[in-house]
């Protein structure tokens, strides 16, 4: 009998499982952030999580610099790698906001299917050869099932979610080409990018958190933005953009998308009696 080593290589089982890591991390602090809306808004908690997840991630760089692992944050990049930086940062907020403006006027199952064409598309185009199409095409066979669009379709709608496709396109392929130039250093600057893009947003919908809400701000900065985005960044170093851009089909299915779970039936129901933001459950 072959052993697990030979028959499924040690870099494609650690990717794979990197994936399912940032999948489960989603989910959990998406279930978490919805203890939250009564005292901070839905909108807040997306800011102040990135906040406070962008904030762990330069800890961590800022470790792994006295380790040896991670270079100087700000001297002796190339300007090629700054630009990475700040489209990822860009693309990691516009994903966000965009995904949950989507869901304001869109059934989630259209929402969810419509941003994850992105990374969809990423995966076809990177594919050498026909049998390469299979995988994303089953994954996007997939999402359609568990999502399973419907309803009324709204023209502005598909346009903002056209916007989050492309959003999680662009975090896909600059994470990728971060991950084969630098390392957390890099992912922590788009992360504080992104954070600064967001800070009007957490400045206006801070309200008056309790101490204990703080302390969940804290945990899903830790966990739904700091270790999502390295999982997702290790992963992309390890398998590629089109491998991993196929495996995100694990995410609607893991983080609620469909309408049967919680978190889905939540942020439905958010949508239709007319509330502004969503569940944050659909989105990295």
């Given at each position: ?5 030979s028959s499924?290589p040690l870099?494609?089982?650690s990717?794979?499982l ?7 991390a ?12 009564d005292?901070v808004?839905?909108?807040g908690?997306?800011a ?7 904030a762990?991630?330069?800890i961590?760089?800022?470790i792994a610099?006295?380790?040896g ?6 001297r002796?990049?190339p300007?090629?790698?700054w630009?990475?930086?700040?489209a990822l940062?860009a693309?990691m907020?516009?994903m966000n906001?965009?995904y949950?403006?989507?869901?304001r ?5 259209v929402?969810?299917?419509m ?9 076809a185009?990177?594919?050498?050869r026909?049998?390469?199409l299979?995988?994303p ?14 309803g009324d ?8 979610g056209?916007l ?7 975090y896909?392929l600059?994470?990728?080409r971060?991950?084969?130039r630098g ?7 788009a992360?504080a ?8 947003i957490?400045?206006t919908?801070?309200?008056?958190p309790?101490p204990a809400a703080?302390?969940?701000l ?8 700091s270790a ?5 960044f290790l992963a992309l170093?390890?398998?590629?953009a089109?491998?991993?851009?196929t ?6 299915v ?6 049967g779970?919680?978190?889905?039936r939540?942020?439905?129901?958010r ?9 944050p459950a659909?989105a990295?």
């Amino acid at each position: 009998m072959l052993s697990l080593r030979s028959s499924v290589p040690l870099t494609v089982l650690s990717g794979v499982l990197l994936v399912v890591a940032s999948c489960a991390a989603v989910q959990g602090s998406a279930a978490l952030a919805s203890t939250l809306f009564d005292v901070v808004s839905p909108a807040g908690v997306v800011a102040w999580r990135q906040l406070f997840g962008a904030a762990t991630l330069l800890i961590i760089a800022r470790i792994a610099r006295r380790l040896g692992a991670a270079g100087p944050l700000l001297r002796r990049r190339p300007r090629r790698e700054w630009g990475l930086i700040l489209a990822l940062g860009a693309a990691m907020a516009a994903m966000n906001l965009s995904y949950y403006a989507a869901v304001r006027v869109l059934p989630l199952g259209v929402a969810a299917t419509m941003m994850f064409l992105g990374p969809f598309a990423l995966a076809a185009l990177a594919s050498r050869r026909g049998r390469q199409l299979i995988g994303p095409l089953l994954a996007l066979l997939g999402v359609v099932l568990i999502s399973r669009p419907g309803g009324d379709v709204d023209v502005a709608g598909l346009l903002i979610g056209a916007l989050a496709a492309v959003a999680l396109a662009v975090y896909t392929l600059c994470s990728g080409r971060l991950g084969d130039r630098g390392g957390v250093d890099s992912l922590a600057l788009a992360s504080a990018v992104s954070a600064l893009l967001l800070s009007p947003i957490a400045a206006t919908h801070a309200a008056e958190p309790t101490p204990a809400a703080w302390a969940v701000l804290v945990v899903l900065g830790v966990v739904g933005i700091s270790a999502t985005f390295l999982c997702d960044f290790l992963a992309l170093r390890l398998l590629g953009a089109r491998a991993v851009a196929t495996l995100f089909a694990l995410d609607p299915v893991s983080r609620g998308d469909h309408r049967g779970d919680i978190p889905g039936r939540r942020a439905e129901h958010r949508r239709r009696r007319g509330d502004p933001w969503p569940s944050p459950a659909a989105a990295r």
